[in-house]
């Protein structure tokens, strides 16, 4: 369908008409408008990845990625839904069992997207049985430190590392369960690689995987990101952390 001439052209989000610009994604166009769509592997800044399935909505009655779908006028988008809340929790909990996620000590609770959207999901437990896989830290680098244990696999590090850094610190390795986050240098660890404070895959980390030394407590909780506002609220909020 297409807009009439002069007019701009939409499509129904949750039964609200949003306005798109020719090439936007159904996700950027809903965020340029103030709606929220649940992701955790889309930014803003970096072409989508497609990886999470957070964003899944329906469109026209079909399910398909928010984040790397074209919006298109007179589509019919469902987000907010029961049924689409309700798989978004069962994949934010596959995701806290998969890694040793410990909020109350975690130095990003309150900064993080997972706990945020856990918290906007309604997600109260973990419900399934945790896999708490080892996976040592790397403490090698002398201004960043690397705990593995939080990654989601977003590739987020990966994509800023590679596009706006120019250095690709970071990869993707391994199969299934077994796919890891890992750093491309001889020894494998982050204080060999080519990286630095200023880095823009430094700041990106949407968990706790990358954090600068020294200041993991300079905002106290309480006062973080996602304790003023839940994410949903946030839509314009996926600056670097
Ligand atoms: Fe769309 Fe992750 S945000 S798949």
């Known amino acids: 369908m297409r807009a009439a001439p002069g007019s701009p052209a939409t499509f129904s989000l949750d039964g609200q008409d949003v306005e ?9 166009a809903a965020t340029r408008a103030g709606r929220y769509i649940p992701h955790l592997c889309w930014h803003p800044d970096f072409h989508p990845h497609g990886s999470c399935r957070l964003c899944t909505v329906k469109v026209n009655g079909r399910a398909g990625a928010a984040c790397t779908m074209q ?14 809340n309700a798989q978004r929790k069962t994949l934010l909990q596959m995701l806290f069992v998969e890694g ?3 909020c109350p000590s975690c130095e990003k609770s309150g900064n993080c997207l997972l706990q ?32 593995f244990n939080r990654c989601i696999l977003c590739e987020l590090c990966v994509r800023a590392s590679r596009d706006v850094d120019g250095k690709s610190v970071f990869a993707i390795g391994g199969h299934g369960i077994h796919t890891h986050l890992l750093v491309n240098s001889d020894s494998g660890r982050l204080g060999d690689a080519d990286m630095a404070l200023g880095d823009r895959a430094a700041s990106i980390c949407p968990v706790g995987v990358i954090l600068p030394k020294r200041r ?8 973080r990101r996602f304790d003023q506002a839940p994410v949903s609220q946030q839509t314009q909020g996926d600056g670097d952390s």
């Open 216 to 223: 993991g407590f300079a905002i106290p909780i309480g006062q």
């Open 100 to 102: 040793n996620h410990f």
């Open 116 to 147: 945020a959207t856990a918290y906007q999901m309604g997600m109260e437990g973990p419900h399934f049985e945790q896999f708490y896989p080892n996976r040592p830290v790397d403490a090698s680098h002398p201004d960043l430190l690397l705990d």
């Open 71 to 84: 919006a298109a006028a007179g589509q019919e988008v469902q987000s907010d839904t029961a049924e689409l």
């Open 20 to 28: 798109f610009q020719a090439g936007e994604t159904l996700i950027e």
